[in-house]
């Protein structure tokens, strides 16, 4: 016999055929689950079976009830986009868990049936109730048939009270459902010890039925009516009972449990939202509710009591007390009364369940109140409630009147019928004549709530109080506030909506379709970017409104992810493709592409790469062209570089909400678009760095469609933050780099050098499939241009010189910006003036992320006649020149700077400069393997980072030696442009170029 688990372990071997067939108790006809290939295992003996696509897995939670089903099946609704991006689809039709018995209903269960006609006012209506029948098996028929290669969960605790024969009818629907396919099911159940389900749910009668205290439920659990039929119908194999008790579950938390039923263990509970519902109440608040059950009953007949607010209980709830429970005596006699149910339940699952024993001790339960105030105070909350409803009732009928006016009568309908079932009283005639006056004082009073809550920023509360304007008044001026209200409220279905509907009715601008489009992509409301995207492109194409004042990252984000290619492009200002892009004989010319780096605005270490490669191929007699990203054309004034009409590739835009694998594809295609329209193919040589957000791909769809027959010489700098730094988008990033190695693999003569920054770069891209390229760890191969800008001096300082200790580089969270204000004045008052500091920092920028962290200490620093603050970005001359002046270099990185690389440390290092670096990381261990002892710190903490820069003062002579050594054989050795430049001398002379023949290697620069 196959248990669920089996098959899980599925495989194939060619040529063998396998059928699993179930025959099972209740299974009168053998059912075929399986119908594949298979595999036997050497080790083992098992059968490993596949048919080479996932099964169905079909899943019916069926309770028992207080067993926790509301809030699975809370969590289940509320994160089913999650939930489907891991091959698990919850079904449900129009509630959370079926309790308005949709279900039952439509397997013919009479008593769920009635209530549910009664409820919806249908009654004996046979045609509406076949109706209803019909769309819930439609909707699960299809919900499995869309969804072959899922898991599929259905979740109610009514089920478990149905009838034999509507299991039955259950099992022939959902085995007709799958026909043709291969499916499991397996019926889950919870079971509760029956002393411990008595108490919960006499609290739950009282509380939501209509119960009094006095009343007690019976106290039989009927196990065997609850699970032997769906054991008859299914086998007891694919009947999976577990029993309810947080000593039990795994991890113990029922969730997770759950999840392990469904084979799912691997599960995080923690990335799903959802609370625990049903909380149980106090032995106050029960008798509170008990005493008003007493005397206003929750049914008058079988119509709800008209004189009790719906949702009493959830008032009187929030009443603290002392723990519901039973008396002794009571659990003795639940207990007895359930001695054979929990022994047949025992013998047909095989396991000792149920072993809680319970003393003899009396313990008084009973809470005395006055009964007659426990009355009135119920009363009181009760009319208040009853007030609020007819206030629901008006609004309602109010919104009727406005959609009839607009002649939305089906709408208008339901408002009337919403008005009425809120206050059954309510009297149409009377409020028409009273309208005009109660419409100016509702429009009054939501005008005063919608001004105070825009004014102090609450999103919701104004949304709420323009959509009660906006009903009322219905004019465009009040839905376009409404539209802004809800988009910044998160709320994108409903805002989408409307600003369709009003460009429908004309008039809207340009303005607020981008500032939509720019919120929808922002949050990642990927229905709303897809929704808005007509709209947005009759924007892009009238010239008036397309680009507004300055391109908007997160609008060419959002176009990119939905795939349109050509708009995203236009969108940039990409520029035409130049002439001489079509095939020719080779070029005598070098291409450099730097997707992240636009020259006229450019800064920093992007820049000095360009430079390095400009100074490198100059030396060896090749021309080159550079390419940067966007609205950028001819040469930066005061350099050398050849700027050519450039690529749009926006590198540098933050990580954004919508960067899924979609964006990862469509970001790729973008580059390889960009390349083909841009980039002349008929070169030899192309250098690719900067190859950020994963578009290596792009590069190599490029390379192969253009350059695959030629001797290529190609040089790809991977500086990818992406690349084993998110593990939520791990696997998606993998893939993409996968995909483009073997793309690259392509590419039969062509010589590749890939270089990365770390370690563990290395090793993932050799593991994805760069075995066979020539794969170096290069990390920021620009820093031997801080070695044109030392000044003359010696290892070792004067006896009366001061210690430069020194900051630089972005002024950014992850680099330990927010440090530095209280290290700079604690070092200069412990160390006084030993020490001097030079700090490069954006003090703008670190007000608005740090704020009150750095406005305490900030003055002194800057009053310090000790310390050099260079507010700002500068130049790069001004930068190496700073940097110069250091002698100990403080980086009190986190975060990405464990896994990603960073140039301030290389150029440090170059420098022979002493470092405080984290230890945790690729810092500390690549200083350490060049015989460097940078001082470390465990985590970036003002204390941490305090205690070593002490030490690194106090150790300076000592260091310094040592870095001096780790520069030297840096910079004559192992430094990234050295072998960069061998790399080219080596490959050079083979390409034609004019004057490549090879140049002798200049000497190692001397510090």
């Known amino acids: 016999m196959f ?25 009168q006809q053998p059912v075929r689950v399986f119908c594949g290939s298979y595999r036997e295992d050497r080790d083992s003996g098992a059968l490993h079976l596949n048919d080479g696509r996932k099964m169905i897995r079909i899943y019916v939670h069926i309770g028992l009830t207080k067993t926790g089903s509301t809030t699975i099946q809370d969590l289940f609704l509320n994160n089913r986009p999650l939930l489907r991006s891991r091959g698990i689809v919850y079904y449900n039709d129009k509630s959370r868990n079926f309790s308005t018995n949709d279900f039952p209903a439509a397997l013919d269960e009479k008593f769920y049936l009635e209530r549910y006609m009664r409820l919806r006012g249908l009654y004996k209506d046979e ?71 008595f108490t919960s749910s006499f609290q739950e009668e009282i509380k939501a039925r209509g119960r009094t205290i006095d009343n007690p439920i019976d106290v039989k659990v009927p196990f065997r009516f609850y699970l032997r039929k769906y054991i008859n119908a299914f086998g007891i194999e694919n009947v999976d009972v577990r029993e309810f008790n947080p000593n039990q579950f795994a991890e113990g938390s029922l969730i997770a449990d759950f999840f392990e039923a469904i084979g799912e263990s691997s599960v995080n509970i923690h990335d799903f939202d959802y609370q625990t519902q049903n909380e149980s109440l106090s032995l106050q608040a029960a008798r509170i509710i008990s005493e008003f059950n007493a005397v206003h009953p929750l049914y008058v007949g079988e119509d709800l009591n008209r004189a009790r607010a719906l949702g009493l209980h959830k008032v009187f709830g929030a009443i603290a007390g002392d723990k519901f429970a039973i008396p002794r005596s009571m659990q003795r006699e639940v207990a007895a009364a359930n001695k054979h149910e929990v022994a047949w339940l025992r013998s047909v699952t095989g396991r000792s369940v149920f072993n809680k024993k319970y003393n003899s001790s009396p313990r008084k339960i009973a809470v005395e109140y006055n009964s007659q105030s426990l009355l009135a105070l119920a009363e009181l909350i009760n009319n208040t409630l009853l007030e609020a409803q007819r206030l629901r009732a008006i609004v309602k009928y109010y919104r009727g009147i406005e959609l009839d006016a607009a002649n939305q009568r089906e709408k208008a309908l339901l408002s009337y019928q919403d008005a009425v079932k809120f206050d059954p009283d309510f009297a149409p005639a009377r409020q028409r004549l009273a309208g005009s006056i109660q419409l100016k004082e509702q429009l009054a009073s939501h005008r005063v709530q919608a001004k105070a809550s825009l004014k102090d920023r609450d999103w919701p509360k104004a949304a709420k109080a323009l959509e009660e304007i906006y009903a009322i008044t219905n004019e465009q001026k009040h839905r376009l506030r409404l539209i802004q209200a809800l988009q910044n409220a998160g709320e994108f279905a409903e805002s989408t909506r409307l600003l369709l509907e009003a460009l429908d009715e004309g008039g809207v601008k340009g303005r607020v379709v981008r500032r939509a489009f720019h919120a929808a992509s922002d949050q990642g409301a990927h229905e709303a970017v897809a929704g808005l995207a007509p709209a947005f492109k009759e924007v892009l194409a009238d010239r008036d409104e397309s680009r507004g004042v300055s391109v908007n990252a997160k609008i060419w984000h959002g176009l990119v992810w939905l795939g349109d290619i050509d708009a995203a492009l236009d969108y940039a200002g990409a520029p035409s493709a130049p002439s001489d892009v079509s095939p020719g004989p080779p070029r005598e010319t070098a291409i450099v592409v730097d997707p992240a780096f636009a020259p006229e605005t450019g800064h920093g270490h992007h820049a000095n790469n360009n430079q390095l490669y400009l100074d490198l191929l100059s030396k060896l007699g090749a021309p080159v062209a550079f390419y940067g990203t966007h609205e950028t054309t001819g040469t930066r004034g005061g350099t050398a570089f050849d700027f050519r009409p450039t690529l749009t590739v926006r590198m540098y835009t933050p990580r954004r909400a919508i960067e899924d694998e979609r964006w990862l594809r469509n970001i790729n295609e973008y580059f390889y678009t960009e390349l083909r329209r841009q980039v002349p193919p008929n070169h030899e040589l192309f250098i690719c760095h900067s190859v950020r957000h994963t578009t290596i791909l792009g590069l190599a769809r490029w390379m192969e469609e253009t350059q695959r027959d030629k001797p290529l010489k190609l040089i790809i700098g991977i500086i990818d933050s992406d690349l084993g730094f998110f593990p939520d988008r791990d696997e998606m990033i993998r893939s993409v780099y996968a995909e483009a190695l073997e793309v690259l693999k392509r590419l039969p003569d062509a010589d590749i050098l890939m270089y990365c920054e770390t370690q563990k770069h290395l090793e993932i891209l050799r593991e994805l499939g760069g075995e066979g390229f020539d794969i170096r760890i290069l990390p920021y191969v620009a820093s031997s241009l801080a070695l044109n800008h030392i000044s003359p001096g010696t290892t070792e300082p004067a006896e009366d010189s001061r210690i430069t200790l020194g900051y630089l580089g972005g002024t950014r969270h992850e680099r330990g910006a927010d440090i530095l204000p209280h290290l700079i004045r604690s070092t200069r008052e412990v160390l006084g003036d030993a020490i001097d500091w030079s700090v490069q920092l954006d003090l703008g920028r670190l007000k608005r992320f740090a704020g009150p962290v750095v406005e305490e200490h900030l003055p002194a620093v800057e009053s310090d006649p000790g310390v050099e603050l260079v507010d700002g970005r500068v130049s790069g001359e001004d930068y190496f020149a700073l940097l110069d002046r250091m002698d100990i270099v403080v980086l009190p990185y986190r975060h990405r700077y464990e896994v990603t690389g960073s140039g301030v440390f290389i150029e440090g290092l170059s420098l022979g400069k002493v470092q405080v670096l984290p230890e945790k990381g690729w810092m500390t261990e690549y200083a350490r393997r060049l015989g460097c002892d940078p001082v470390t710190f465990p985590v970036a903490t003002f204390e941490n980072v305090l205690a070593a820069a002490k030490e690194a003062v106090e150790r300076y002579p000592e260091l310094r030696t040592k870095a001096l050594k780790a520069a030297e054989i840096w910079n004559s050795e192992e430094g990234s442009a050295v072998q960069v430049e061998t790399w080219l001398r080596e490959r050079l002379p083979s390409t034609g170029f004019e004057g490549a023949t090879p140049v002798p290697a200049a000497p190692a620069r001397q510090l």
């Open 3 to 27: 248990t669920n688990r089996s098959f899980d372990m599925l495989s194939t071997r060619p040529a063998a055929r396998v059928q699993l067939i179930f025959h099972g108790p209740g299974y």
């Open 127 to 197: 045609i509406l109730k076949k109706k209803h029948q019909n769309e819930v098996f439609k909707h699960i028929r299809k919900t499995i048939r869309r969804n072959k290669s899922a898991k599929i969960v259905i979740s109610s605790e009514v089920l478990s009270a149905i009838k034999p024969q509507s299991v039955k009818k259950l099992k022939k629907f959902l085995v007709k459902c799958c026909k043709d396919e291969e499916f499991s099911i397996r019926i889950i159940c919870y079971v509760r010890e029956p002393v411990s389900w």
